[in-house]
């Protein structure tokens, strides 16, 4: 009885032992997670700061959508320039743009899209105590918007900006595809094709006959969003996103004011967390 009693109590233990094992190399993945994320956003950071020290030693503006690799400790890093004015302005754009959007991005009928984007002119429009315009301080208050939901918020949030001020017209050569798309009457294949002319360098694209022309404008911007994306181990990234004004330094001196940041965790499918 003596050595069965031994021997339970030494099987308890292995199995107990074998937990901490276990906890504990959990516990060390966690960690050398968490350190290579805060090591990915700094390198990230860093690649931003060197291409906006060049943007802002240069006297010509970026007037296109570029992406840029920038070699840092040894890592090449991929860092994407997009000015604010390639977006559609959720405080400026027309009725008929927005109506636009909502249809060919938000996969609505025609109908509701016109609804839905005289609803976002309504909430933008309406006085605050003071007698002026609301406004939308930022894409998430297009929420406030009655009819407007979360699901398409999530198919429209990364072709809209409530930061750029200016005419409510979009610079194609800024422009995402999902905004060419808009633009192009739902065209993906025309849309496509602008976006490979323009990523190729080609100059003097003609977009006056395949894009809408009345929303379309291809003057300069001091607002940037620059995104820098950090391979991680096992094919992970790290997204980091900085949004910057070039016509505003900062309190430390920087020729440049960045007034919003993002850091995502994207994993292999993609999906950002």
Do not use: C
């Not at 010509?60 to 992406?67: A, D, Q």
């Not at 800024?174 to 990523?199: H, S």
């Not at 190729?200 to 022309?213: E, K, M, N, V, W």
């Amino acid at each position: 009885m003596a050595l069965i009693a031994v021997l339970w109590i030494v099987a308890a233990l292995g199995i107990i032992v074998a937990g901490l094992v276990q906890s504990i190399r959990s516990e060390i993945r966690l960690v050398s997670g968490a350190r290579d994320a805060v090591v990915a956003e700094a390198l990230g950071d860093a690649a931003i700061h060197l291409v906006l020290q060049e943007m802002a030693s240069n006297s010509e503006k970026v007037k296109r959508l570029v992406t840029t690799n920038v070699v840092f400790q040894g890592q090449s890093i991929a860092v994407q320039v997009m000015p604010l004015n390639g977006l559609i302005d959720i405080n400026q754009a027309p009725v008929t743009l927005l109506a636009s959007l909502f249809s060919v991005a938000g996969q609505l009928s025609p109908g509701d899209a016109a609804s839905l984007a005289q609803a976002v002119v309504e909430t933008r429009e309406r006085k605050d105590s003071f007698g002026q315009p609301e406004g939308f301080d930022a894409n998430e208050d297009l929420l406030r918007v009655p009819g407007l939901g979360y699901d398409l918020y999530a198919n429209i949030s990364s072709l809209v900006t409530a930061d750029q001020p200016g005419s409510g017209k979009v610079n194609p050569m800024a422009a995402p595809v999902g905004v060419l798309q808009v633009l192009a009457g739902g065209d993906a294949q025309r849309a496509v094709g602008i976006a490979a002319n323009r990523d190729s360098g080609q100059t003097g694209i003609d977009t006056t006959t395949t894009l809408a022309s009345a929303y379309v404008d291809d003057a300069g911007t001091d607002r940037f969003e620059v995104k820098a994306r950090v391979l991680l181990s096992g094919g992970a990234s790290i997204s980091v996103a900085r949004s910057v004004d070039m016509s505003d330094g900062d309190v430390d001196g920087l020729p440049w004011r960045t007034y919003r940041t993002e850091n995502r965790f994207m994993p292999v499918n993609g999906k950002a967390n």
